[in-house]
């Protein structure tokens, strides 16, 4: 299958598109690598007056090296791929006639690694035009010429920012950063491309003295350290390819043979696919892929119908953020609570978001105003005969829930989706409420939801599957990636969290300090410490999620006095200025006042390298039992919902992968040591106590994106 | 009339005195606020709208064809075509009559009509020396030409001319509207007394309405505040504090106060109108229907007679006569104006000089403004006229009555009125 056309125009224009047959997007293989070869061996035969390089795809340029090869490469096998791509693109570079890129959709890693090698890049306006080198996203770094050519065309520190950072950029800030040379109308943008393909080359006098080796190699002498601190302060040394890219950059610009520079790249990018690190990353990347196009099994496909018009019953902070996500993705929302106080906070904090997100340049003035007006607030019972989904967000009270949803069951029209944001309670029990308990179904977002990309679709016992499989299709249509879970306490993410958060403050009520944990899990790769998080999330909420759970897990929840005495004294975290940290100053110091309610000092001695096990432990257990008790279908599910839905440190791959890399027998064997020392809550689950004795693992070796299929249903085997 | 039109529901936002709570919001953010309610909570399925026809007056600058910019920020669909009616102060009326009229036209059976004002937002104009100076300074190329451009203006080019002003002087007469009612005043003798007296109990009564006009607001949000009264009655407005004003359009001989004046106001409201059997279909159960309807011109020096005017017109008609009428309403542009049209209607030599056989009749006190007016509740102009018909059927159903008669003076020499009757 061919995956690029080559055409010579009447004015001696040589023009290559990328055009994948049989695909929506093009890609770098190495297929296509070898075929692109053959077309510039040509071109350098034919000698066109000039060379344009474009795609026929509606949305996507080139989307960067194909995930699946790159995977499935051993050392020398990755070496010689990767300096392949190298040489092709050197010797596009090397043309004497102009080359252009011609850029319209998605263009990344290898896919912008291309157009660097050209001599301009033109970029049209529109939304789907990102352009970025997000490689070390994946744990590795752009070694196809970027970490060379992206330094000597906009300098060390606009290549350190974009490079490190992994990103993605609209055309507009593309171009004022020099990464892009002219923005065109998509109608226009061939004709741009091929005016210049028939011009020079480019003089770019100031910029290859400004950003030429020798200058570069005074800059990065004077950049390196700053950058080194402010890289460790970000990576925490837990992700090597920041730090590999940075030294790439710093040393390869320097050099003033491109190809010393394009081997250092090639050398880093070998010892990077191979870590953990890496493996970990891709594997979550494809996770992600996999969510986008998650179905609900064994549904008949459904016709696609997207969603225009919603309702979400409760205008607090989750029920006005999911407003206003859904309302930015061009659906119209019902926002009802029941007083206008509450509507007018809801609809404030709308507004903010929607101000903020215009600030980021992310909204015109004009699409935030629209975003506002997508929005019809009421305090009063409206009419919901034209909706199509309605999702609940009111308070968390179990009696309340089942009288809203008894009344939306007679009020939605009856081929509407009835959906709860509970963060705990049963999806089950509410439906029961209605007279179609089949339609009730769980869409549980994340806060802040406009940050969260993770959406849990909760099935209860009577959710058809069509309509499990129709909020899944919701949850992709307004960009979340959605994770199936079974109705079950705390689902999936909170059930893994609370356990870890309620070990975590009896910890502190032994005595750890705040900051001891909290630097602890930050250590670890947390985003943030389960102290921290407490106050975030809301003492009072943290608590009545940890009873509810409590309810169910009675053996191994046990609850700390902690948060129901900080409760009494008012400390509800930051909400109410003050928890474990206070929230007056710009930065939160912690709290001397929480102190008081730490009555031990058992836990005071533990260093901390002895806390972070004892949290992390219990979250690796209890992750394992969601997969044991089938909450979700397969380990990825589990290490997904953690990372996206909580943080959990991405190099890591998630509490399951973390296991496997610690291995379940050393994991049962530290465990069973904690359950004498700290108590039964860390008696390890059925399945791990079974791998650590047959040695099996969570995902098979060097699969990526694949998880063992015994692993999963270890449960059918074991009495 | 062959197709009878109904009104099925109507909402209003709150109206606030000019510059308080919804000075930061448009003509066109109002009408939005109005129109999505009133499509909320009828549940109406805005494709089904024919078109969106609204009064304004201060017709912004920065959107043009308000209507049009209302219409698609409510989210009626792009197809769906819009227009702005401009009658002065009966604009709100003109929306809704032009809705009949293009009901009877065959040119559709769903409208959404109402009026939107933002007094706040009137703007303040450069006058016309200064503008022509800007454009010299445009046209000017060379620096030194532009030296020039800059030196020819004065001090005096920068003094604004206030939009609000202007908008409220009649340019044919040249008086402005307080003004024509002192000429009122004057010739039928109304003393300031009376005109004070007429004001407390426009206060009064719509202090005492409060709960009865909150079922015709939708609340608007701003800044994280719902704003959901009218914040023009004054509960505790005494005569006393009435009489110690001072007259603001005449200040040696005058009467007429800022007390006694209709308040200047921002505010929208909308109404969902369609033909009877649209609404049959639809499973609407309406609030009322249109019965007659005249606009009537008279001398702009005293406009503030106008619903006299528009009455008379439509005494000869069947069944619209005030002494049948259960709800009246005079608008309080001016208390004084008020005054004058009820001595006008009562006058032989009007009824003669209108070719009519009686005088149009006695108001009875306690069918007019029952629920205040626009002394208390405030006057944007371009929707007041749909504030009434609301106001007025909402009424008329919770007096179990059957008629109501609607009318207003019009700047520029004009009467209007709108008689409606209870049901469907």
Redesign the interface.
Known sequence: MPNIRRATNKDNICVLTFDREGSSANIFDKRTLLELEGHIDAIRNEKPRGLVITSAKDSIFIAGADLNTLAGLRDEELKSYIELGQSIFNSIAELKMPTVAAIHGACLGGGYEICLACDYRIATDDRSTKIGLPEVNLGILPAWGGSSRLPRLIGIPGALDVILAGRILPAIPALKRGMIDLIAPREYLMQAALKHAGGHKPRRFASRILYSAPVNKVVALALRKYVTIKTLERTHGHYPAVEEAMDVILRGSGELSIARSLLLEAEAVTRLAKTPVSKNLIRLFFFQEGARKLSYPGVQKLPPRKIVRAAVIGAGVMGASIAQWLSARGIRVILKDIDAARVAAGMDRIMQLFASAYKRHTFTFVEARDGVDRISPTPVDVPMKNVEIIVEAAVEKMDLKKKVFARLDEQAPADAILATNTSALSITEIAAATKNPERVVGIHFFNPVHKMQLVEVVVGKQTKPDVAQRAIRFVQQIGKLPVVVQDSPGFLVNRILLPYLVEAAALFEAGAPTEVLDDAMLDFGMPMGPMRLIDEVGVDIAADVAMTLAGTFKDRLKMSEVLPKMIEAGLLGRKSGAGFYTYKSKEPRVNPQAAKFCNETSAAGFNPGELQRRMVLLMVNEAARCLEEKIVMKAGDVDFGMVMGTGFAPFRGGPLAYADAETPAKIVEDMKTLVLAAGPQYEPCTLLAEMAVTGRKFYEEDEPGKTDPDASSTKTTLP | MSERLVIVDGIRTPFCKMGTSLATLGADELG?VAV??L?????L?PALVDEVIFGCVAQPVDAANVSRVIAL???IPQSVPAMTVHRNCASGFEAFTTAYERMNAGRGSIFIVGGAESMSQVPLLFKQSAANKFAGLQRAKSILQKLGAFGAFRPGDFAPRIGLKLGLTDPVSGLNMGQTAEVLAREFAISRGEQDAFALRSHQRAVAAREKLAEEIT?V?V????I?EDNGPRANQSIEALADLRPFFDRKFGTVTAGNSSQITDGAVALLVMTEKRAAELGFTPLGRLAGYAYSGCDPKRMGLGPAFAVAKTERLPGLSIQQADIIEINEAFAAQVIAVESLMKSDNFAQSMGLAHPIGEIPQEKLNVNGGSIALGHPVGATGARLILTGLKELQRRNGKLAMLSLCVGGGQGAVVWLERGG
């Open positions: 939005r999505n309610a499509l909320l909570r009828t549940g399925d920020r409510a989210g609340p949000y800044r994280g505040k719902a959901t």
